[in-house]
C-alpha cells in the first residue's frame, strides 16, 4: 500500500502540477478513497469535491458526506441539490438502461453547469473513483479495449469524460484496484472505519432499486426501508463469528417492486383487505462483485426485521427475500 500510495501520488502530481482537481463525490468507499488521496498529495485549495444530491441516495446521506469530507480536511466541498431535476428527469421511465442513461446523462449536465459556476479553468483535471469491475462491466478495459457491455456505468464513459480521458485530464488512481483492496487502501490512507466498511451503492443509486417508475414516494418509502435494515444488521451479530451482520455480509439492500399484493389489517380481519407495497431484501457476500453468493441469515433474524419494516413503513404489507446467487442473477435487481 506504501509502495501504491507513493507510486499515485508521485503521478498525481507530475501530471496535475498546480491545476484545480475535481473530483465528484458520491459517497461510497471508491471516490472517498481518492478524495483522501488527493487532499493527502495536493494542495488543499487545488482539490475541488462535488456532491450532487440526487434525491437517489440513502436515507441522510448528504450530511454524513459533508461530514466525512470536512474530516478529511476538504475546503472547497460543493453540494449540488438537484433533486427536482433528477425526478423530473426520471418520470415515467421504467427500463433499467434508460434510467442509467438519464442518470448519466444529467450528471454530466448538472456537473459542466455547476462547474461553470466555479469558474475553474478549462484544463482543470477531473479525478473519479472507478475501480476495475466498473470498467469491465461497461465493456471496457483500463487500457481503453472492448469487451461485452453486461451494464453501463455512467462513470466510466460520459461525453465529459471521454473528452477528459482524451485529452489526458482524467484522473482514476483507483482503476487497477478491486473492492478489497480499495478498502485496504482506505484503511491505509485514515479514512473513518466506518467509511471503509461501508457497503458499495450504485453510481445510480436507488433508481436502479425501485422496479418500475422512480418517484419521490417510491424513494421516499425505499429509504424508510433500507435505513431499518441496515440499522437492524448493525445491531445484530453472527452467532459464529460474533461479527455484526453488517460486517458479514459484503453488501445488503433492499428493493421496491412495482406490484401491490393483497393482506389484511393488524387484527387480521379479511373484511379489510389493503393492498400493500412488496419490498424484497438483498444479501450476498461475494470479494470483487463479480460472483455473489446469498447470505445464509438464520430464520429469526430474517423474520424480525422483516416483522420491523412492516410495523413502521406503512406501505409495505410483504417483505421477501432473495435466495438468487450471481450468477445467473446480478447483485442488484436491474
Ligand atoms: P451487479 O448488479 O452488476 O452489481 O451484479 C455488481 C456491483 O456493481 C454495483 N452496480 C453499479 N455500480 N453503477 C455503479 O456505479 C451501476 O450502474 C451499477 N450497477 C451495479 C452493484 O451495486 C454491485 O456492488
New binding site residues.
Given amino acids: 500500500m506504501k509502495q501504491f500510495v507513493d507510486e499515485q501520488s508521485q503521478a498525481i502530481k507530475s501530471r496535475v502540477g498546480n491545476n484545480p482537481v475535481l473530483l465528484l463525490i458520491?459517497g461510497g468507499v471508491d471516490s472517498t478513497v481518492v478524495g483522501a488521496l488527493l487532499l493527502k498529495t495536493l494542495n488543499t485549495d487545488q482539490v475541488h469535491l462535488m456532491y450532487m444530491d440526487t434525491g437517489l441516495m440513502r436515507k441522510n446521506e448528504t450530511a454524513a458526506v459533508r461530514a466525512n469530507l470536512e474530516k478529511l480536511g476538504a475546503k472547497n466541498v460543493h453540494i449540488i441539490m438537484c433533486e427536482n431535476e433528477f425526478l423530473s428527469a426520471l418520470a415515467g421511465v421504467t427500463e433499467p438502461e434508460e434510467k442509467?442513461r438519464i442518470i448519466g446523462d444529467m450528471f454530466i449536465t448538472i456537473q459542466e453547469r455547476e462547474i461553470l459556476r466555479l469558474g475553474l479553468p478549462e484544463d482543470y483535471f477531473l479525478a473519479q473513483g472507478s475501480i476495475r469491475?466498473?470498467f469491465i462491466?461497461s465493456g471496457l478495459t483500463v487500457d481503453g479495449g472492448k469487451t461485452s457491455v453486461?451494464?453501463?456505468?455512467?462513470?466510466v464513459a460520459s461525453p465529459l469524460v471521454d473528452a477528459k480521458r482524451k485529452a489526458g485530464k482524467i484522473i482514476e488512481p483507483l482503476a487497477e484496484l478491486f473492492?478489497d483492496q480499495v478498502r485496504e487502501l482506505g484503511r491505509f490512507l485514515g479514512v473513518d472505519e466506518a467509511i471503509v466498511s461501508r457497503?458499495?451503492?450504485?453510481?445510480?443509486g436507488i433508481a436502479?432499486r425501485i422496479l418500475g417508475e422512480v418517484t419521490k414516494e417510491n424513494c421516499d418509502i425505499l429509504r424508510e426501508a433500507d435505513a431499518i435494515f441496515i440499522d437492524e444488521l448493525k445491531n445484530r451479530s453472527s452467532s459464529i463469528t460474533g461479527k455484526t451482520l453488517y460486517e458479514e455480509i459484503w453488501?445488503a439492500?433492499v428493493i421496491l417492486l412495482p406490484t401491490r399484493s393483497v393482506g389484511v389489517n393488524s387484527e387480521g380481519s379479511t373484511s379489510e383487505r389493503k393492498y400493500g407495497r412488496v419490498l424484497a431484501l438483498r444479501a450476498i457476500n461475494?470479494t470483487d462483485?463479480?460472483t455473489?453468493n446469498v447470505y445464509p441469515f438464520e430464520t429469526r433474524d430474517l423474520l424480525e426485521i422483516s416483522a420491523r419494516i412492516t410495523g413502521s413503513v406503512k406501505e409495505i404489507g410483504r417483505v421477501v427475500y432473495d435466495i438468487s446467487n450471481?450468477p445467473p442473477?446480478?447483485?442488484?435487481?436491474?
Fill in positions: 458520491s442509467r469491475p466498473d462491466e453486461v451494464k453501463s456505468h455512467h462513470n473492492k457497503h458499495p451503492f450504485p453510481g445510480p436502479v453488501q439492500f461475494s462483485g463479480m455473489a450471481k442473477a446480478t447483485i442488484e435487481w436491474e
